[in-house]
């Protein structure tokens, strides 16, 4: 098993020597996971940087000390993967940003589009991005990724297609879509925005939208899948067409 990583303050990355660990992650280092003196431990801002070393001590429910050996930093990903999601209906928004966050994205923007179901409004859409970004985190960590993927608020149309406007690469997944993602010319640095529609598929208005920003329409494979996972399987062969899973 490799080393739990547990989050510090992105204004205080982990450094050589002696590092405190506390809070809510030092609780879960010492009375969720129960990690002890001597044991590996890997910390890290989430923005790329990682210390390395052992448990030094332990005090009380949520304090422990690390001995830092090492830090390495890791570089910014080329080519940048942003996939943009629909909102899903229930709890596979939470399931689309955990897969995507172990499979190796950057960032996920969540996008209301015309034909969601659900609605982020008031009070529910701050706790519904409280949710994607927590598992986020979580899913970060788990995956034993240095440099977590953003989440910021939800894009409207017009902003996600301003986004698309600056990519290197832009495509939504549409299952009428004659040329296959598998076979589209990928750059080789740059930022690639992938748009992923809901469950009654991206509406025309959208898809005038978001081809006239430059996106082409393009699909995965001879199936259909959920909005909720269509963004993993899509980012997977990204990954492995563009190097970055070499």
């Known amino acids: 098993m490799t080393a739990p990583v547990f989050l510090t303050d992105p204004e205080r990355p982990p450094a050589p020597g002696r590092f405190v660990l506390d809070g809510p992650e030092g609780r879960h280092a010492v009375s969720v996971r129960r990690l002890r003196a001597g044991e590996e431990i890997v910390l890290t801002d989430g923005r790329g940087t990682g210390g390395y070393g052992t448990v030094a001590a332990v005090e009380g429910k949520d304090r422990l000390e690390a001995e830092i050996t090492e830090v390495r930093h890791e570089p910014e990903p080329s080519p940048r993967i942003t996939v943009v999601q629909a909102l899903p209906k229930g709890d596979r928004g939470e399931l689309a940003v955990e897969t995507m966050t172990e499979t190796g994205v950057d960032a996920v923007v969540p996008w209301p589009a015309s034909r969601c179901i659900t609605q982020w ?15 986020a985190r979580e899913a970060g960590k788990q ?16 902003e996600v ?4 406007a600056d990519a290197a690469f832009a495509a939504v997944l549409h299952e009428e879509a004659a040329e296959p993602l598998a076979t589209a010319v990928l750059p080789e640095s740059g930022g690639i925005v992938l748009v992923v529609g809901p469950e009654g598929g991206v509406s025309p208005d959208e898809l005038a939208a978001f081809t006239a920003a430059g996106a082409k329409p393009y699909r995965l494979g001879p199936t259909v899948l959920r909005t909720s996972t269509a963004g ?6 990204l990954l492995g067409r ?3 899973w070499s």
């Open 143 to 158: 995956a034993r990724r240095l440099r977590l993927p953003e989440v910021p608020g939800p894009m409207s149309t017009r």
């Open 242 to 244: 563009t190097g970055r």
């Open 121 to 135: 409004k008031g009070e529910r859409g701050v706790k519904a991005l409280g949710k994607w970004r927590a598992t």
């Open 161 to 164: 297609a301003g986004l698309l």
């Open 232 to 237: 993993t399987a899509a980012a997977a062969l």
